[in-house]
Protein backbone atom coordinates (compact mmCIF):
# COMPACT_ATOMS: atom_id res chain seq x y z
CA UNK A 1 0.00 0.00 0.00
CA UNK A 2 3.01 2.46 0.88
CA UNK A 3 4.22 2.01 -2.95
CA UNK A 4 0.95 3.19 -4.10
CA UNK A 5 0.36 5.88 -1.70
CA UNK A 6 3.81 7.62 -2.54
CA UNK A 7 3.27 7.20 -6.26
CA UNK A 8 2.97 10.81 -7.87
CA UNK A 9 0.93 9.59 -10.34
CA UNK A 10 -1.84 8.34 -7.53
CA UNK A 11 -1.20 11.35 -5.86
CA UNK A 12 -1.70 13.48 -8.56
CA UNK A 13 -5.12 11.37 -8.87
CA UNK A 14 -6.12 11.77 -5.93
CA UNK A 15 -5.93 15.99 -6.52
CA UNK A 16 -8.06 15.31 -9.50
CA UNK A 17 -10.34 13.14 -7.03
CA UNK A 18 -10.61 15.91 -4.54
CA UNK A 19 -10.99 19.10 -6.47
CA UNK A 20 -14.42 17.46 -7.89
CA UNK A 21 -17.30 20.00 -7.49
CA UNK A 22 -15.48 22.46 -5.61
CA UNK A 23 -12.62 23.93 -8.31
CA UNK A 24 -13.54 27.39 -7.50
CA UNK A 25 -12.09 27.88 -4.52
CA UNK A 26 -9.36 29.78 -3.26
CA UNK A 27 -7.20 27.42 -1.56
CA UNK A 28 -8.05 24.66 -4.17
CA UNK A 29 -6.44 26.93 -7.25
CA UNK A 30 -3.40 28.28 -5.07
CA UNK A 31 -2.89 24.74 -4.22
CA UNK A 32 -3.05 23.68 -8.05
CA UNK A 33 -0.68 26.96 -9.38
CA UNK A 34 1.93 25.14 -7.42
CA UNK A 35 0.63 21.67 -8.07
CA UNK A 36 4.15 20.19 -9.00
CA UNK A 37 5.53 21.15 -5.72
CA UNK A 38 2.70 20.47 -3.66
CA UNK A 39 2.77 16.57 -4.86
CA UNK A 40 6.82 16.69 -4.56
CA UNK A 41 6.07 17.82 -0.80
CA UNK A 42 3.95 15.29 -0.33
CA UNK A 43 5.41 12.53 -1.89
CA UNK A 44 8.60 13.24 0.04
CA UNK A 45 7.03 13.86 3.76
CA UNK A 46 5.15 10.54 3.05
CA UNK A 47 7.97 8.66 2.01
CA UNK A 48 10.18 10.22 4.65
CA UNK A 49 7.15 9.43 7.55
CA UNK A 50 7.41 13.26 8.25
CA UNK A 51 4.33 14.13 7.24
CA UNK A 52 2.57 15.78 10.20
CA UNK A 53 -1.62 17.42 9.64
CA UNK A 54 -2.16 20.88 9.47
CA UNK A 55 -4.03 22.68 12.27
CA UNK A 56 -7.85 22.38 11.39
CA UNK A 57 -9.90 25.16 10.60
CA UNK A 58 -12.35 25.68 13.11
CA UNK A 59 -16.29 26.98 12.31
CA UNK A 60 -19.72 26.82 13.10
CA UNK A 61 -22.20 25.56 10.86
CA UNK A 62 -25.94 25.47 11.26
CA UNK A 63 -27.51 22.38 9.33
CA UNK A 64 -31.13 21.64 8.96
CA UNK A 65 -31.51 24.11 12.42
CA UNK A 66 -28.90 22.81 14.13
CA UNK A 67 -25.36 23.84 15.07
CA UNK A 68 -22.43 22.51 14.36
CA UNK A 69 -18.58 22.46 15.44
CA UNK A 70 -16.84 21.50 12.56
CA UNK A 71 -12.94 21.29 12.09
CA UNK A 72 -12.00 21.21 8.69
CA UNK A 73 -8.66 20.44 7.01
CA UNK A 74 -6.50 21.91 4.62
CA UNK A 75 -6.46 21.23 0.88
CA UNK A 76 -3.19 19.48 0.50
CA UNK A 77 -4.22 17.18 3.62
CA UNK A 78 -7.43 16.78 2.24
CA UNK A 79 -5.37 15.54 -0.86
CA UNK A 80 -3.09 13.36 1.26
CA UNK A 81 -6.43 11.75 2.87
CA UNK A 82 -8.16 11.14 -0.45
CA UNK A 83 -4.89 9.01 -1.77
CA UNK A 84 -5.06 7.08 1.83
CA UNK A 85 -8.87 6.48 1.84
CA UNK A 86 -8.52 5.25 -1.30
CA UNK A 87 -6.49 2.69 -0.48
CA UNK A 88 -8.70 1.76 2.91
CA UNK A 89 -12.21 1.73 1.66
CA UNK A 90 -11.57 -1.88 -0.59
CA UNK A 91 -9.77 -3.33 2.71
CA UNK A 92 -12.69 -1.95 4.81
CA UNK A 93 -15.52 -2.96 2.52
CA UNK A 94 -15.32 -6.94 2.84
CA UNK A 95 -15.28 -6.67 6.71
CA UNK A 96 -18.69 -4.66 6.37
CA UNK A 97 -22.91 -5.56 6.48
CA UNK A 98 -23.98 -5.60 2.76
CA UNK A 99 -27.02 -3.30 4.93
CA UNK A 100 -24.37 -0.79 5.90
CA UNK A 101 -24.82 1.93 3.65
CA UNK A 102 -23.15 5.70 4.15
CA UNK A 103 -20.30 7.50 2.34
CA UNK A 104 -19.16 4.28 0.28
CA UNK A 105 -19.69 4.46 -3.48
CA UNK A 106 -23.20 3.05 -4.63
CA UNK A 107 -24.40 3.83 -0.75
CA UNK A 108 -25.90 6.84 0.59
CA UNK A 109 -29.14 7.95 1.90
CA UNK A 110 -30.91 6.56 -1.28
CA UNK A 111 -29.34 3.34 -1.34
CA UNK A 112 -30.63 3.34 2.70
CA UNK A 113 -33.87 4.07 1.77
CA UNK A 114 -34.46 1.58 -0.65
CA UNK A 115 -33.16 -1.31 1.43
CA UNK A 116 -35.89 -0.47 4.33
CA UNK A 117 -38.43 -0.15 1.35
CA UNK A 118 -37.56 -4.08 0.59
CA UNK A 119 -37.41 -4.91 4.09
CA UNK A 120 -40.29 -4.08 4.59
CA UNK A 121 -42.20 -5.81 1.62
CA UNK A 122 -40.32 -8.95 1.84
CA UNK A 123 -41.63 -8.71 5.70
CA UNK A 124 -44.86 -8.05 4.53
CA UNK A 125 -45.29 -11.09 2.46
CA UNK A 126 -44.05 -13.15 5.43
CA UNK A 127 -46.29 -11.50 8.57
CA UNK A 128 -48.44 -8.95 7.02
CA UNK A 129 -48.53 -5.77 8.60
CA UNK A 130 -48.22 -6.74 12.04
CA UNK A 131 -44.91 -6.35 13.91
CA UNK A 132 -42.36 -4.07 15.47
CA UNK A 133 -39.73 -1.61 14.26
CA UNK A 134 -36.88 -1.01 17.03
CA UNK A 135 -35.74 2.68 15.95
CA UNK A 136 -31.80 2.68 17.98
CA UNK A 137 -29.61 6.06 17.31
CA UNK A 138 -26.85 7.41 18.98
CA UNK A 139 -25.83 10.55 20.83
CA UNK A 140 -22.85 12.52 19.57
CA UNK A 141 -21.83 9.66 18.01
CA UNK A 142 -18.51 11.06 16.27
CA UNK A 143 -17.68 12.92 19.41
CA UNK A 144 -17.51 9.83 21.33
CA UNK A 145 -15.76 7.48 19.15
CA UNK A 146 -12.75 6.06 21.21
CA UNK A 147 -9.46 5.76 19.56
CA UNK A 148 -7.37 2.84 20.83
CA UNK A 149 -10.64 0.94 20.10
CA UNK A 150 -10.74 1.99 16.42
CA UNK A 151 -7.51 1.72 15.91
CA UNK A 152 -7.28 -1.99 17.12
CA UNK A 153 -10.00 -2.38 15.04
CA UNK A 154 -7.71 -1.14 11.80
CA UNK A 155 -4.93 -3.37 13.51
CA UNK A 156 -6.49 -6.23 12.84
CA UNK A 157 -6.90 -5.89 9.06
CA UNK A 158 -4.12 -3.96 7.98
CA UNK A 159 -0.51 -5.42 8.08
CA UNK A 160 1.33 -2.63 7.37
CA UNK A 161 2.79 -0.65 9.72
CA UNK A 162 3.45 2.43 7.46
CA UNK A 163 -0.80 2.77 7.30
CA UNK A 164 -1.29 2.33 10.52
CA UNK A 165 0.98 4.84 11.47
CA UNK A 166 -0.44 7.46 9.40
CA UNK A 167 -4.01 6.28 10.07
CA UNK A 168 -3.42 6.78 14.03
CA UNK A 169 -1.73 9.98 13.04
CA UNK A 170 -4.62 11.62 11.07
CA UNK A 171 -7.32 9.84 13.99
CA UNK A 172 -5.57 11.20 17.14
CA UNK A 173 -4.64 14.52 15.44
CA UNK A 174 -8.76 14.78 16.76
CA UNK A 175 -7.93 14.32 20.42
CA UNK A 176 -9.54 17.09 22.60
CA UNK A 177 -7.98 19.51 25.70
CA UNK A 178 -10.02 18.66 28.48
CA UNK A 179 -9.41 21.43 30.90
CA UNK A 180 -9.57 21.36 34.62
CA UNK A 181 -13.45 22.81 35.29
CA UNK A 182 -14.20 20.54 32.54
CA UNK A 183 -14.29 17.46 34.71
CA UNK A 184 -14.92 15.26 31.86
CA UNK A 185 -13.53 11.72 32.06
CA UNK A 186 -12.94 8.97 28.68
CA UNK A 187 -16.28 7.18 29.70
CA UNK A 188 -18.47 10.41 29.64
CA UNK A 189 -20.57 11.83 26.82
CA UNK A 190 -18.32 14.62 25.18
CA UNK A 191 -20.24 17.38 23.12
CA UNK A 192 -17.64 19.27 21.16
CA UNK A 193 -20.07 22.35 20.39
CA UNK A 194 -20.78 22.77 23.84
CA UNK A 195 -16.85 22.54 25.19
CA UNK A 196 -15.88 24.72 21.91
CA UNK A 197 -17.47 27.68 23.72
CA UNK A 198 -16.10 27.20 26.77
CA UNK A 199 -13.56 28.74 28.31
CA UNK A 200 -9.25 28.22 27.81
CA UNK A 201 -7.12 27.33 30.92
CA UNK A 202 -3.87 26.83 31.15
CA UNK A 203 -4.10 23.20 33.28
CA UNK A 204 -5.39 20.35 31.11
CA UNK A 205 -5.37 17.06 29.55
CA UNK A 206 -5.40 15.01 26.55
CA UNK A 207 -8.29 12.80 25.69
CA UNK A 208 -7.90 10.27 22.89
CA UNK A 209 -11.58 10.52 21.67
CA UNK A 210 -13.71 12.17 18.88
CA UNK A 211 -13.42 12.41 15.51
CA UNK A 212 -14.44 15.75 13.12
CA UNK A 213 -17.01 15.49 10.53
CA UNK A 214 -15.04 17.60 7.71
CA UNK A 215 -12.67 14.97 7.30
CA UNK A 216 -12.38 11.46 5.06
CA UNK A 217 -10.83 9.30 7.67
CA UNK A 218 -13.49 10.36 9.92
CA UNK A 219 -16.04 8.64 7.45
CA UNK A 220 -14.71 5.65 6.98
CA UNK A 221 -14.43 5.25 10.88
CA UNK A 222 -17.24 5.96 11.25
CA UNK A 223 -19.03 3.28 9.46
CA UNK A 224 -16.44 0.79 10.18
CA UNK A 225 -16.28 1.40 13.67
CA UNK A 226 -20.10 -0.10 14.79
CA UNK A 227 -19.11 -3.08 13.16
CA UNK A 228 -19.39 -5.33 15.98
CA UNK A 229 -23.18 -4.33 16.47
CA UNK A 230 -24.09 -5.36 12.72
CA UNK A 231 -22.03 -8.39 12.78
CA UNK A 232 -23.60 -9.44 16.11
CA UNK A 233 -27.24 -8.48 15.00
CA UNK A 234 -26.81 -9.86 11.14
CA UNK A 235 -24.23 -13.60 11.86
CA UNK A 236 -24.98 -14.36 15.48
CA UNK A 237 -28.48 -13.42 15.73
CA UNK A 238 -29.45 -14.10 11.81
CA UNK A 239 -31.47 -11.18 11.96
CA UNK A 240 -32.78 -10.60 8.59
CA UNK A 241 -34.33 -6.83 8.48
CA UNK A 242 -31.47 -4.85 9.49
CA UNK A 243 -29.95 -1.74 8.48
CA UNK A 244 -27.89 0.95 9.44
CA UNK A 245 -26.93 4.46 8.11
CA UNK A 246 -24.31 5.74 10.08
CA UNK A 247 -25.86 6.61 13.60
CA UNK A 248 -29.62 5.43 12.82
CA UNK A 249 -30.45 2.12 12.50
CA UNK A 250 -33.62 -0.57 12.48
CA UNK A 251 -34.51 -3.90 13.59
CA UNK A 252 -37.83 -5.03 11.97
CA UNK A 253 -39.44 -7.87 13.76
CA UNK A 254 -42.98 -9.66 14.54
CA UNK A 255 -41.75 -10.52 17.99
CA UNK A 256 -41.47 -7.42 20.35
CA UNK A 257 -39.36 -9.50 22.92
CA UNK A 258 -37.01 -10.45 20.57
CA UNK A 259 -36.45 -6.87 19.74
CA UNK A 260 -36.22 -6.02 23.43
CA UNK A 261 -33.41 -8.45 24.33
CA UNK A 262 -31.66 -7.62 21.45
CA UNK A 263 -31.46 -4.08 22.29
CA UNK A 264 -30.31 -5.28 25.84
CA UNK A 265 -27.20 -7.03 23.53
CA UNK A 266 -26.81 -4.09 21.74
CA UNK A 267 -26.18 -1.44 24.47
CA UNK A 268 -23.49 -3.76 26.36
CA UNK A 269 -21.40 -3.79 23.04
CA UNK A 270 -22.21 0.29 22.90
CA UNK A 271 -21.01 0.72 26.85
CA UNK A 272 -17.81 -1.35 25.51
CA UNK A 273 -17.40 0.99 22.56
CA UNK A 274 -18.24 3.96 24.16
CA UNK A 275 -21.14 4.81 21.89
CA UNK A 276 -23.84 6.60 23.55
CA UNK A 277 -27.65 5.27 22.49
CA UNK A 278 -30.24 8.66 22.38
CA UNK A 279 -33.03 6.92 24.81
CA UNK A 280 -35.86 9.59 23.57
CA UNK A 281 -34.84 8.74 20.42
CA UNK A 282 -34.65 5.08 20.62
CA UNK A 283 -38.12 3.21 20.72
CA UNK A 284 -40.19 0.37 19.82
CA UNK A 285 -42.95 1.35 17.08
CA UNK A 286 -45.47 -0.76 15.19
CA UNK A 287 -45.46 -1.08 11.55
CA UNK A 288 -48.75 -0.48 10.66
CA UNK A 289 -48.54 2.80 12.76
CA UNK A 290 -45.67 4.13 11.06
CA UNK A 291 -41.77 5.19 12.40
CA UNK A 292 -39.39 7.57 11.19
CA UNK A 293 -36.22 6.70 9.16
CA UNK A 294 -33.70 9.42 7.86
CA UNK A 295 -36.63 12.21 7.69
CA UNK A 296 -39.07 9.61 6.05
CA UNK A 297 -42.18 8.35 8.31
CA UNK A 298 -42.70 4.34 6.44
CA UNK A 299 -46.05 2.86 7.24
CA UNK A 300 -47.30 -0.26 6.08
CA UNK A 301 -50.60 -0.74 5.05
CA UNK A 302 -53.09 -3.57 5.28
CA UNK A 303 -53.02 -4.38 1.53
CA UNK A 304 -49.36 -4.00 1.85
CA UNK A 305 -48.60 -0.28 0.65
CA UNK A 306 -45.92 0.97 2.06
CA UNK A 307 -46.02 4.78 3.01
CA UNK A 308 -43.46 6.82 2.35
CA UNK A 309 -43.98 10.58 4.06
CA UNK A 310 -41.38 13.49 4.75
CA UNK A 311 -41.54 14.42 8.40
CA UNK A 312 -43.32 17.44 8.35
CA UNK A 313 -40.30 19.70 9.28
CA UNK A 314 -38.81 19.23 5.59
CA UNK A 315 -42.05 21.62 3.91
CA UNK A 316 -41.64 24.09 7.25
CA UNK A 317 -38.19 24.86 6.22
CA UNK A 318 -38.59 25.25 2.88
CA UNK A 319 -41.21 27.75 3.40
CA UNK A 320 -39.04 29.63 5.35
CA UNK A 321 -36.47 29.54 3.08
CA UNK A 322 -38.82 30.81 0.31
CA UNK A 323 -39.55 33.46 2.28
CA UNK A 324 -36.16 34.73 2.69
CA UNK A 325 -34.81 34.10 -0.73
CA UNK A 326 -37.84 36.82 -1.83
CA UNK A 327 -36.40 39.11 0.40
CA UNK A 328 -32.94 38.79 -0.87
CA UNK A 329 -34.66 38.76 -4.65
CA UNK A 330 -36.09 42.31 -3.58
CA UNK A 331 -32.44 43.27 -2.51
CA UNK A 332 -31.13 42.04 -5.65
CA UNK A 333 -28.95 39.54 -3.45
CA UNK A 334 -30.13 36.78 -5.31
CA UNK A 335 -31.00 35.92 -9.12
CA UNK A 336 -34.61 34.04 -9.70
CA UNK A 337 -32.56 31.57 -11.59
CA UNK A 338 -30.54 30.64 -8.34
CA UNK A 339 -33.92 30.39 -6.71
CA UNK A 340 -35.73 27.85 -9.04
CA UNK A 341 -32.43 25.94 -9.08
CA UNK A 342 -32.53 25.76 -5.32
CA UNK A 343 -36.57 24.96 -5.65
CA UNK A 344 -36.46 22.13 -8.27
CA UNK A 345 -33.63 20.59 -6.39
CA UNK A 346 -35.75 20.40 -2.86
CA UNK A 347 -38.61 19.04 -4.76
CA UNK A 348 -36.77 17.04 -6.75
CA UNK A 349 -35.70 14.85 -4.09
CA UNK A 350 -39.28 14.80 -2.55
CA UNK A 351 -41.39 13.63 -5.96
CA UNK A 352 -40.69 10.18 -5.58
CA UNK A 353 -42.27 10.12 -1.95
CA UNK A 354 -46.08 10.27 -0.73
CA UNK A 355 -46.79 14.05 -0.54
CA UNK A 356 -48.39 15.00 -3.65
CA UNK A 357 -50.84 17.18 -2.25
CA UNK A 358 -48.00 18.89 0.46
CA UNK A 359 -45.82 19.56 -2.84
CA UNK A 360 -49.30 21.18 -4.61
CA UNK A 361 -49.44 23.88 -1.69
CA UNK A 362 -45.58 24.49 -1.82
CA UNK A 363 -45.75 25.10 -5.47
CA UNK A 364 -48.73 27.74 -4.91
CA UNK A 365 -46.82 29.23 -2.06
CA UNK A 366 -43.49 29.54 -4.65
CA UNK A 367 -45.67 31.01 -7.66
CA UNK A 368 -47.30 33.59 -5.56
CA UNK A 369 -44.10 34.42 -4.21
CA UNK A 370 -42.17 34.97 -7.16
CA UNK A 371 -44.53 34.81 -10.17
CA UNK A 372 -47.45 36.98 -9.33
CA UNK A 373 -47.26 40.48 -10.34
Not at 33 to 44: P, T, V
Not at 276 to 283: A, L, W
Request: charge should be positive; aromatic fraction near 14%; hydrophobic fraction near 35%.
Amino acid sequence: MKNYLVNSNYLINSYMEARKGCSWKYSIQHYEYNLLKNIRRAQKELQEGSYRQQDFYCFYLKERGKDRYIRSITFYDRVIQRALCDLLVPVVNPYLIYDNGASLKGKGIDFARNRIVKHLTSYYRNYSNKGYVLMIDFSKFYDNIMHKPLMDMYKRIIDEQFIIDLIEHLVNSFSFKVYESNNLEMNDLYDSLIYSRMPKEDRFKILNKSLGIGSQISQISGIYYPTEIDNFIKIVCGIKYYGRYMDDTYIISNNKEELQRLYIEIQKICDKLGIFINTKKTQIYRIDKGFTFLKIKYRITESGRIMRIPVKKNFVRERRKLKSFKKLLDNNKMTLREIEEQYGSWRGNLVKFDCHNSLLNMDRLFYSLFYKK
